[in-house]
């Protein structure tokens, strides 16, 4: 990540990352940036390219499941800076296996819903007022026990 001259107000970087001002200023405070946010002449916050690197970073970790604690043990490690590697990459391989079993899992849960979809599609069709309940799920995407549609 180049490191480049500060010179993005907080506005510019919540409209670049998506996240809100609050939320730029929950980061901050929460010691989930990788460096301490510079202040202008006025005291308002500055930002630079790094700075919205690592934002996007973070919420992308966000929107993938990872906890503030992981991503702030995860800043506090590149903060740390070289010989913490390994451990960063650890901390990347584990969440990764995480978000693996999510995404298992949800695709397990799609192809319910699909199979379902059809159920439905093929009654509309056909127009016949006939029982849903009798339509079976294979196995491998069966609703747990007592789960009913």
Known sequence: ???????????QVAERTGLSIDALRFYEREGLLVSPVRR???????????D???????????????????????????????GTEEDRLALLRRHRE???????????????????IGV??????RGAAHELWNTAVPAERAPSPGVSA
């Open 98 to 116: 995480e978000l693996v079993a999510r995404i298992s899992e949800l695709t397990g849960c799609l192809d319910v819903i699909d199979h379902k």
């Open 52 to 82: 919205v690197e690592w934002l996007v970073y973070c919420t992308k970790f966000r929107a993938s499941g990872m906890p503030l604690a992981t991503i702030r043990r995860f800043a506090e490690l590149v903060r740390r800076g070289p």
């Open 40 to 50: 202008g002449s006025t005291g308002r916050r500055r930002y630079d390219e790094r």
């Open 120 to 125: 439905y599609e093929e009654h509309l069709e």
């Open 1 to 11: 990540m180049a490191h480049s001259t500060p010179d993005l107000g907080i506005g």
